[in-house]
């Protein structure tokens, strides 16, 4: 953690609860444990406190051993398999978002996992792709970090040039000090093609009593104004640099959506965020 180092100073919170003192694999389990349950709490600043307890041995544990294919937001807990269950075709229909509209629990089930596995929605992963995936949670999670730190400094989501540029500094240090952190690089046609998917997902009405599709449903349509006004300014995307009010806006809209609809906060955090990041 090196990069964050000199960004962060004496401002580091430190956290109440301690860690039992297990051994082997108790002791890893426990520490997979707390990292999941940090990540329901506040996503962005999990790996964070996941540092303050174990420290930086545990990096590589930042990482799935198991990903996806042809799906997104599989979860593995009980309550995920009864939903899947239920919505077996919403999640056929809609397979690169329909776990986000799942409800999530840090309680792992062995037969919803397995039953993944088996069926092919789920495979473990190479030895590389763990490493990059722990990479890129590292360094997310510092450069997120920082950018929440700076907001709160400047009371303001729309950073004034000096903090944009310590942003701009800080990641140019993350991405050489994890490759895995470059490699991620946002792409805007394919974050458009995800938007288009969670729209048709989020106003499915199957969805219609469903929290995190009405979060969604509010979000597009604030993000549908801005996008609008970015086009009449002749500059494509919320997150180009003519538009940082427009990012700042859309910052402003999530908290205040995340306040009422708390379910809504993983999928913003995990795809949503990163337009406007």
Do not use: C
């Not at 807990?77 to 690169?96: A, D, M, V």
């Not at 996992?113 to 190479?126: A, E, N, P, V």
């Not at 908290?255 to 949503?272: G, H, S």
């Amino acid at each position: 953690m090196q990069a964050l180092g000199q960004w962060l100073g004496p401002s580091r919170p430190s956290l109440e609860f301690k860690t039992k003192s297990l051994k082997g694999d108790v002791f890893i389990n426990q520490a997979v444990a707390d990292l999941r349950m940090l990540q329901k709490e506040d996503y962005d600043t999990a790996t964070m406190k996941f540092f303050d307890l174990y420290g930086e041995t545990f990096f590589p544990y930042l990482a799935r051993k198991t990903t996806t294919v042809g799906f997104d937001a599989l979860g593995t807990s009980p309550e995920f398999g009864e939903w899947e269950r239920e919505n077996s075709s919403f999640l056929e229909q809609h397979p690169s978002v329909a776990g986000y509209f799942a409800p999530t629990s840090n309680t792992f089930d062995y037969l919803v996992y397995t039953r993944q596995l088996s069926t092919g929605k789920r495979r473990r992963q190479t030895n590389k792709e763990a490493f990059d995936e722990a990479q890129y949670f590292s360094g997310n999670a510092q450069y997120q970090y920082k950018r929440k730190q700076l907001e709160q400094e400047y009371k303001t989501k729309d950073l004034p040039a000096e903090g944009k540029n310590i942003l701009k500094q800080l990641k140019a240090d993350l991405e050489k000090q994890y490759p895995g952190y470059k490699a991620k690089k946002f792409i805007l046609e394919d974050f458009e093609a995800k938007v288009e998917d969670l729209t048709k997902a989020a106003f499915d009405p199957n969805m219609d009593n469903n929290r995190v599709a009405e979060a969604t449903r509010i979000y597009l349509e604030l993000r549908n104004k801005r996008v609008a006004t970015a086009a009449s300014r002749g500059k494509s995307g919320l997150g180009a640099k003519g538009n940082s009010d427009l990012a700042g806006e859309m910052l402003e809209v999530a908290e205040n959506i995340i306040a009422d609809y708390p379910e809504f906060k993983v999928l913003f955090e995990r795809v949503l965020l990163r337009e406007i990041d």
